[in-house]
């Protein structure tokens, strides 16, 4: 089974950008389908991001739309959010995670998760 290692949060000004990483090791990481997902204190995990196993499909919240981007590199086991003019409302803790599921949004379809990485935006 693949595991999943997030980086690349941290604390950044509104407007400003980040690029989230994910790494991936296993050897059957090009099956699964990725997505991203954030998550604040109360509130239940949102979908952010997602893209198939060939990078051929993606697809992305409407809150995100137009400014965040997610990649993926399946030579190096990695998958990568670009999030650029980031608000305040962007302010979670970040999760990769995979799926078998195809274009799967829902978090009950995705059985892999990584750690999180937390996301701050100021004023």
């Known amino acids: 089974q693949v595991q999943l290692v997030e980086s690349g949060g941290g604390l950044v000004q509104a407007g400003g950008s980040l690029r989230l990483s994910c790494a991936a090791s296993?050897?059957?990481?090009?099956?699964?389908?990725m997505g991203w997902f954030r998550q604040v204190p109360g509130k239940e995990r949102e979908f952010v991001a997602g893209?198939?196993?060939?990078?051929?499909?993606?697809n992305y919240a409407d809150s995100v739309k137009g400014r965040f981007t997610v990649s993926g590199d399946n030579a190096k086991n990695m998958v990568y959010l670009q999030m650029n003019s980031l608000k305040l409302e962007d302010t979670a803790l970040y999760y990769c995670?995979?799926?078998?599921?195809?274009?799967?949004?829902?978090?009950?379809?995705?059985?892999?998760w990584g750690q999180g990485t937390q996301v701050t935006v100021s004023s």
């Open positions: 995670a995979a799926s078998l599921v195809d274009q799967p949004t829902s978090s009950y379809a995705y059985t892999v």
């Open positions: 893209i198939s196993k060939s990078g051929s499909f993606r």
């Open positions: 296993g050897r059957t990481f090009t099956t699964y389908n």
